[in-house]
């Protein structure tokens, strides 16, 4: 323990930043960090932006904090305007929060709300991935599915109904196409097993973020879990908290899958980094029903106020003004061809994947049989120091219920210019030697074994 009040993790004392521009951060003793993993997925524009400083301030000159039953403001309702016109219209209501585990709150609440206020309270169940992440309080955490951080709380948390969701990497048995159907299989099961009528809604991560390494669910898949929504008249949740606001290329990452959910979150890109904001999108019928029958019975102090939303407001027209989706499609394939170079290296990389600027890679104890190191081990954490010192922050995660392996996300900000990727990648090519080395010289320094308990 270091002589500091803070205690967010176990493990040596974190160097002081100093300040920061663009993809760069300083320490206080000069030493500079490129940010490839945006903070924690979340300093989407990058570092000192003085746009968004504008912004914001103009509003501060103006009023930062209204309380929304109090006062409508301008900011509030365009940047609702913006999010409804990105679904063209289909999730045509909008309530914001602070943060992702407020957003995947408050969309359980209303689902379960809505279920009530059309007479069917007896459904009182979602479905959710195992691998997944969703969030840190006890609703969302009953929809993570990940052990390490279930554990001392599963007696407390209402879980959800935990299901399987296809993986690409691993299933060697048949094709992909058959692999995904014997999944949908085996999720239709659990979910009739439960009984139709007490199910409330499935809620999912459309691309994986820091549970699983970025792993890709696919467009069979995630269009199957939508059809199977319909069938058992439950409603389809997407967490975009991590993948939405371009994170992906595209303004959420269900619009590579032409699916629209009934119900969407998204959070860390949306404030970047400036401000916490969250915003919870949901189909006007949905939001209707809820206040015909007498309110929506949820609600945080900070949620929606006019700075907040101001920050939201600047950060997308800043993602429009530099064309960022287009930027993070073409950063994100010179970002994947330098990683898939890197892998080729080592037979300790098992998997390359990802969308736009989203990339995860998965390390594994043997490349043939893909077997994870052992957890104990910690190689996640271990060359994640390694990259630090080599100047490069990286977003690690351990052995995830022994389903896959350690890995590590790669997500620097989408403003991340071409020469910007290639320091990046030199970066990691030389925390990456110097991880083999260690390895083969079985030389690794220990890091903290405690979980995250944020990932
Ligand atoms: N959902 C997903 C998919 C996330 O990645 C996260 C955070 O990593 C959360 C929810 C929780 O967000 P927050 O940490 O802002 O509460």
Redesign the pocket.
């Known amino acids: 323990m270091t002589d500091s009040p803070l205690f967010y993790q176990a493990g040596p004392a974190l160097p002081e930043v100093s300040h920061a521009d663009g993809v760069m951060l300083w320490d206080t003793q000069g030493k500079d960090y490129l940010d490839g993993c945006s903070g924690?997925i979340s300093c989407n524009l990058g570092h000192g932006r003085q746009d968004i400083r504008d912004a914001m301030l103009a509003q501060m000159d103006k009023v930062a904090f209204t309380y929304r039953t109090q006062f409508e403001s301008a900011p509030a309702v365009a940047l609702g305007h913006r999010l409804v016109e990105l679904f063209e219209g289909e999730l045509g209501k909008v309530f914001f929060i602070s943060?992702?585990?407020e957003a995947?709150e408050s969309a359980l609440k209303l689902a379960r709300q809505y279920f009530f206020a059309l007479g069917q309270p007896q459904r009182q169940r979602f479905v959710s991935l195992r691998p997944s992440?969703?969030?840190?309080t006890m609703g969302?955490l009953g929809m993570t599915g990940y052990q390490p951080l279930e554990a001392p709380f599963t007696s407390m948390t209402h879980a959800s109904i935990k299901v399987p969701g296809p993986d690409f990497y691993r299933h060697q048995e048949c094709d992909d196409d058959t692999h995904v159907d014997r999944i949908l299989a085996e999720t239709r099961s659990a979910m009739e097993a439960a009984g139709p009528e007490s199910l409330i809604g499935f809620v999912i991560?459309p691309i994986g973020?820091?549970s699983t390494g970025a792993r890709l669910l696919g467009k069979r898949y995630l269009q199957g879990i939508r059809a199977l929504c319909d069938e058992f008249g439950c409603l389809l949740i997407a967490?975009e908290?991590?993948t939405g606001v371009g994170r992906t290329g595209t303004w959420f990452a269900c619009q590579h899958y032409d699916v629209v959910p009934d119900i969407l979150v998204t959070?860390?890109g949306l404030g970047a980094g400036y401000y916490p904001i969250g915003a919870m999108l949901a189909r006007s019928a949905i939001v209707e029903t809820v206040m015909a029958s007498g309110g929506f019975q949820h609600g945080h102090t900070y949620a929606g106020n006019p700075l907040a939303c101001a920050t939201g407001l600047a950060v997308l027209e800043a993602i429009v003004r530099e064309d960022l989706l287009e930027n993070t499609r073409q950063r994100g394939a010179q970002l994947e061809a330098g990683l898939r170079r890197l892998a080729e290296r080592y037979d300790w990389v098992g998997h390359v994947r990802g969308a736009g600027l989203l990339w995860g890679v998965e390390l594994v104890a043997d490349g043939e049989s893909r077997q994870p190191f052992p957890a104990e081990q910690n190689r996640f954490a271990q060359i994640t120091a390694l990259a630090k010192q080599e100047g490069l922050l990286i977003y690690p995660r351990r052995t995830l219920d022994g389903v896959a392996g350690d890995h590590f996300l790669v997500c620097p900000p989408l403003t991340i210019q071409p020469e910007e990727v290639d320091t990046l990648l030199e970066r990691l090519a030389r925390a990456m030697a110097r991880f083999d080395q260690a390895l083969s010289a079985a030389d690794l320094p220990p890091q903290p074994s405690r979980e995250r308990l944020?990932?």
């Open positions: 924690a943060s992702g585990s995947v992440y969703h969030g840190s969302a991560e973020g820091a967490d908290v991590l959070a860390k944020t990932p």
